[in-house]
């Protein structure tokens, strides 16, 4: 046998041992589309590759994540705010049913982990040595859930099936279990499929395996495929794949839109391939399978601007910015096995870093707002000059400077929804783009040519892309696989003193922040770019001396090659001069031009009973990334009174990093109005706002402390005398708790006020519970009490219906009505009665009340209250009410309608007048209803 022949022999027997020591999975399912169910036979054969004897097994059962409402998944669906799943029908969950599990054909013990339903514990009854094998058997039965809950499940048209088998777990020093949290992120050793799966023939099968037998007698479809991690299934009446043979391979895909000739589709795929392919290298499969639900689960929608009706881009281009991301997911999902829970970040910058490359060089003056850009009245505002690739810096400057954004390393199920669907996923393709400019283009890229080839279908992680990367330049990168991945420092440096010589410039930069990390220095003119040079080890200030060189502007970060905290201080004249910008007027918001130091203006409309239409406009300079120092001045007429009136407010937000307070702004506000016919007040108001962090940032609660001196100056009759309840000054201290869970919600606010002539005290807690779609109970408690009160009347009084807003706070449309549309506005304070009294009712010692209500259906209510009032020197005095809520939108509107009080039924001629309403005109209260669960 001659040495070739030989050699050959060898390579094939090692070959054969190595995929003898790949796990090896069968599968027989049958889909009973009658009850959504799939009866499965799986078969495993699990080698131990490790070093370590092994005791017991542990099983992914992730089609049982949606048995019930007390699985992770369950409670993961309540903290993103979502109670679909919750009041869902148990027809609509999904489950598995385990009839028999044997290992090497004997019984074996094994059961649910405490508080993880979709993991199996399997104990073996004879310990697994290294490089042995088993065989487990499971017979068991898979109730197919809804796939509104996960977009996976039963469909409108089919069952598209990802999870849906038991999959054995990773050991890696350790078993690395891990419940299903929506992420899509299971981590699986790669496996040897061989499934036979059988449906109705009304029925067309598809998968990301190879279909090598249909059988139309039986309607069994055999799948299988080698070295493969994942199993996708979608069996569905439609048939909606279509294959794109491209040069490279062949791609099959449900995401091909009715609009694009397919042959179109297969020239933009093949561009796409050739591109990945340039930074990666070649894809080691035959056929690439791309479904809708898939890729497109955990990434924003529409992130290129504008909606997709108004058509602003060039043809095509929304679909192949689309599939150019879902094709790279699958590129690096389908080849490098991450266990993407606890280290995600370097496919996802990956993924991002590719995206913005492709734009680069195919679409590289493609604007966020598209051809809108160009449109009169739009193309003179910043936004109109974006272009796609400055979204990146955008979004994440957006998290940035509210403190939003987390370290890169951070588990993925620890995430915001925001940082793990956007922010993160563009802080690390900014990395690389970091990278590519400061050690160069080719090391970057090799460096990921040499990280795929390496690792292709095996176990790997960021450690290894960081081993090749450092061994291919000599600078430091510690910065970088330091702060920049590992902690939430921001980069943020500014130009703090210019000083010129004859020949040169002396530039001092400053670190702003505890950041250290390579920054760049441009020299420029007219826009265009004379100089350049990286500057490292600032971290606090530097001086460097750099020749003159035709140029009148010196910036930093001028191309935004990396993620900076605040870049609008970036840029300084050459001749230091004290104005470094000039002022520019811009109506409404815009993004921060770098160029100018903008004021914003609009149109402020509003009304009142007394002051009529109001009519002023707002000057701030408040941008879309807003500043830390902000004020806000509001110039108003009023038409009705004839008067000027409006508000101003000044204010400085300092965040704290590793502190338990969130950040405290310091301000002073104040406002001009009418509270009654002729009758204006002022309000003078300097604050404290201390804002807490929240647990973490999937908490959506919040907790603040505020403290405040309110002034308040009222103009009275002329044939009246200042009173107390004219001109006042009070010490107002707050603090709330909210917790607003989505099924369970909880509040609660303490207040003190010491005023003049009187210091009280008061508590409000708020509880609601939902119980299903249409049904929910509210209970509200107040208490008050003063501890002294020497004032006169019932100004300061606690109000059973109605209180006096002696600071001011709400936004009542008519604040002095006794009768008439006006008085019948209402605002929960103090007892929080709905009914109108044949008088107003106060307490001027103790007030203690209950609100209550009841959801029926959909949006109609019952409430029931109870309160009693205590005055100085009588006896308590007990009140009740009923009546119907109508419940259209939760504190914004709504209408209550008495039913029975004290004083008997409410029902008589004058009806119409007991019906009280809440409308609010509060933009922050609707948004804040709009975005929980968003962020």
């Known amino acids: 046998m001659n040495f070739k022949k030989a050699l050959l022999i060898l390579l094939l027997f090692s070959c054969k041992i190595l995929l003898s020591q790949t796990n090896a999975i069968k599968i027989d399912a049958h889909l009973q589309d009658n009850s959504d169910k799939l009866s499965i036979l799986q078969e495993i054969t699990f080698h131990n590759k490790t070093n370590t004897t092994l005791n017991n097994i542990y099983l992914h059962n992730w089609a049982n994540s949606l048995a019930n409402n007390n699985t992770p998944l369950a409670k993961r669906f309540l903290e993103d705010y979502k109670s679909t799943f919750y009041f869902s029908k148990n027809k609509e ?62 469909t409108k048209t089919g069952f598209h099936l990802r999870y849906w088998y038991l999959t054995p777990v990773v050991y890696e020093n350790g078993w690395q279990t891990m419940s299903n949290l929506n992420l899509d992120d299971l981590y699986m050793n790669i496996a040897n499929y061989n499934i036979n799966i ?70 933009i795929v093949d561009r796409e391939l050739n591109f990945i392919e340039d930074f990666l290298g070649k894809y080691p499969n035959k056929e690439i399978f791309i479904d809708r639900n898939s890729v497109g689960k955990n990434s924003l929608h529409d992130i290129y601007g504008l909606p997709k009706w108004l058509k602003p881009f060039p043809e095509n281009f929304r679909w192949e910015m689309r599939f150019f991301n879902s094709l790279t997911i699958k590129y690096l999902d389908d080849v490098l096995l991450f266990n993407k829970r606890k280290d995600y970040w370097l ?48 979004v994440y400057q957006f998290s940035a400077r509210k403190f939003f954004d987390q370290a ?194 609009s149109p402020n409309i509003r009304y009142n009973l007394y002051d009529g239409l109001i009519l002023g406009i707002n000057l701030n300079n408040k941008p879309v990334l807003a500043h830390n120092f902000e004020f806000s001045l509001t110039p108003n007429y009023s038409t009705k009174s004839k008067n000027l009136t409006g508000g101003y407010a000044l ?98 606010a303490l207040n003190a006020e010491f005023g003049n002539n009187f210091t009280k005290f008061s508590t409000d807690i708020r509880y609601r519970k939902e119980f299903n779609r249409n049904q929910n109970f509210e209970l509200r408690f107040f208490g008050g009490v003063f501890l002294n009160n020497k004032s006169k009347g019932d100004y300061f009084s606690f109000g059973l219906n109605r209180g006096s807003d002696y600071l001011f706070e709400q936004n009542l449309f008519g604040r002095s009505e006794s009768s008439g549309l006006f008085s019948q506005q209402f605002v929960v304070a103090d007892g929080g009665f709905k009914s ?54 939760p504190n914004i509107f709504e209408f209550y309608l008495p039913v029975y009080t004290n004083e008997g039924f409410q029902f008589n001629d004058n009806y119409s007048s007991k019906i009280r309403f809440v409308i609010t005109t509060s933009f922050d209260r609707i948004y804040n209803y709009i975005r929980r669960g968003l962020l």
């Not at 009275?716 to 009070?730: A, G, H």
């Open 198 to 267: 059988s449906a109705p023939k009304a029925y067309s099968i598809e998968s990301n395996l190879k279909n090598t037998l249909k059988n139309n007698r039986t309607t069994t479809t055999n799948f299988t495929g080698t070295n493969t991690k994942d199993v996708i299934i979608s069996i569905d009446s439609i048939n909606k794949f279509t294959t794109l043979k491209t040069k490279k391979t062949l791609v099959k895909t449900d995401l091909l839109e009715d609009f694009l000739d397919p042959r179109v589709a297969t020239d």
């Open 347 to 394: 496919k996802d910058g990956i993924q991002t870093f590719l995206m913005i490359e492709y734009v680069k060089k195919y679409y590289p003056e493609v604007t966020i707002l598209g051809k809108y850009s160009k449109y009169w009245g739009i193309k003179s505002y910043n936004i109109s000059k974006l272009k796609q690739n400055d979204k990146y810096q955008f």
């Open 93 to 154: 969950k999904g489950s598995t049913t385990i009839h028999n599990l044997l290992v090497n054909y004997q019984k074996v013990e094994y059961n649910e982990v405490i508080n993880h339903q979709d993991i199996l514990k399997i104990d073996l009854n004879t310990s697994l040595k290294p490089n042995d094998s088993i065989v487990i058997t499971a017979n068991y039965t898979v109730k197919i859930p809804d796939a509104k809950f996960t977009r996976y499940g039963k």
């Open 651 to 748: 204010g400085y937000n300092h965040f704290f990093k590793s502190d338990k307070i969130y950040k405290i702004k310091y301000g002073v506000s104040g406002s001009n109005f009418h509270y009654a016919p002729e009758l204006g007040y002022n309000k003078f108001s300097p604050f404290v706002n201390i804002q807490f962090k929240r647990n973490s940032l999937r908490d959506v609660g919040t907790k603040f402390l505020l403290t405040r001196l309110v002034y308040i100056n009222k103009d009275v009759p002329d044939n009246l005398q200042v009173s107390e309840r004219d001109k006042y000054t009070i010490f107002n201290v707050r603090y709330v708790n909210s917790k607003p869970n989505v099924v369970k919600r909880f509040q609660y």
């Open 836 to 889: 109108n009294f044949n008088q107003d009712i106060f307490a001027n010692q103790l007030a203690t009340s209950i609100n209550s209500s009841v959801g029926i259906w959909n949006w109609i209510e019952v409430y029931n209250d109870a309160a009693m009032l205590k005055n100085k020197n009588q006896n308590p005095r007990f009140f009740y009410e009923n009546g119907v809520r109508l419940n259209f939108i």
């Open 408 to 601: 890169l390393n951070v588990r993925a199920d620890s995430l915001s929804n925001f940082n793990r669907k956007v922010v993160s996923k563009y802080k690390a393709g900014l990395g690389f783009r970091y990278l590519q400019d400061y050690i160069g283009d080719s090391i970057l890229k090799n460096s990921f040519k040499e990280f795929y080839a390496k690792n292709q279908l095996k176990p790997t992680n960021s450690i290894q892309f960081k081993k090749i990367l450092t061994s291919k330049t000599d600078k430091n990168l510690d910065w970088f696989f330091g702060d920049y991945i590992s902690t939430d420092k921001k980069i943020d440096y500014k130009i703090k003193k210019v000083v010129q010589t004859e020949d040169s410039l002396k530039i001092t930069i400053k670190n702003k922040r505890e950041m250290t990390a390579p920054v760049a220095l441009y020299g420029v003119k007219d826009k265009e770019i004379k100089f350049k040079k990286w500057i490292t080890g600032v971290d606090s200030t530097k001086t460097i001396t750099i020749p003159k060189n035709g140029f009148d502007k010196l910036a930093l970060n001028y191309e935004q090659l990396y993620p900076e905290y605040n870049s609008l201080d970036n840029f300084r004249k050459t001749n230091n001069s004290l104005l470094n910008k000039p002022f520019q007027f811009r109506p409404y918001k815009d993004v921060g031009d770098p160029y100018y130091n903008q004021l914003f203006y």
